[in-house]
């Protein structure tokens, strides 16, 4: 998630020259050898080039070769005096957030692992993306829904250091909260979300307790009410382009919900099926778009279909359509916990 402390802050220009992966210790820094990155062979191996920093796990140290004089030395560090992390986003982390995107939790959840695996070591330390891709994991689980597996880790995670972090703390209870929804107990879900949404400033976080809000009203069959909660989402926070998605597919099955006689002048199965019109131009790669796909008629799904091709291809956006706005580009992402 975008923590202020979590995830990587905006890069100056001044730091595109430090973007290597790099270790920092008191005097001196280290660039390290990126386990994510794979040469050509069969099976693939990671790209070792002896002149970085190796990373021994189970001596908890860092191996590198330095030329002095012709001869060569074997220099040695403990992960323990590791004291900044500078890493750009992780390969397999950027997939794992990809694969949770498009209804991959599975998948997810392997890539995650390897990267909670690497970083577990200099978890706490700064530009660690240890905690960020344990929120990525509870989106995994969420996705799966499978509460004994979200119940462990998220027992485990309360213990860590990084949970007595404001921020880290509210995503907890919201991961807490989304299992309580799955439970059924949509009331105390919206008292406690509506409380949260009072206390949180960053826009992901807003986001999210604005669709699990959304999710409960809607379960409670307050349709309008859930309509208004999801809305907010892409109103207000419409750079959360994983997030979006769940939100006009919200919003979505609001307005089919609040069909009825007394308002059918208001043509609202019209404006649910622009908004999942939207979801397959705009966010084509979700598992929203999968799910929009189901419920709109098929002549209407056949035409979004078809003008999401023609975007795809460079011709010009139909009328009406707002395309995601991005978020910071990867390559301009040099640091994870601040």
Known sequence: MRLSFLLPALALLAAASSSAQTFVFKGERWEIN?????????????????????????????DRVSNSGGIEVTLTRKLSEVVEVIWPLPSRLKEAQANVGRGEPAKALDNVEAVLKFFEPIKNVPGSWWVRASIVKLDALDRLENDA?????????????AAKLPEVATQ????????????????????????????????????????????????????EAAMATYLRVPVFFGSETELVPKALLGAARSFRGMDSPALRDQKLEAVSNRYLY?????????????????????????????????????????????????????????????
């Open 34 to 62: 990126d386990p994510f990155k794979m040469d050509n062979s069969i099976p693939p191996k990671p790209v070792v080039d002896p002149k970085k920093g190796t990373i021994n796990a189970i001596k908890g140290t860092i």
């Open 149 to 161: 597996a979200t119940e462990s880790f998220l027992t485990a995670f309360e213990k860590e250091e």
């Open 172 to 223: 907890i209870q919201l991961a807490r909260l989304m299992q309580r929804a799955r439970k059924g107990e949509h009331a105390e879900v919206v008292k406690e979300s509506t409380e949260l949404l009072g206390k949180v400033e960053t826009a992901e976080l807003q986001a999210r307790l604005h669709i699990v809000k959304g999710n409960s009203l809607y379960a409670s069959k307050k349709y």
């Open 278 to 338: 939207d979801i397959i131009v705009s966010y084509p790669v979700s598992k929203e778009a999968e799910e929009a796909k189901k419920m709109l008629p098929k002549e209407e799904r056949a035409k979004a279909e078809a003008d999401q091709k023609k975007i795809a291809a460079g011709g010009p956006l139909p009328e009406g359509v707002i395309m995601a706005k991005p978020k910071l580009a990867d390559e301009e992402k040099v640091e994870g916990n601040k």
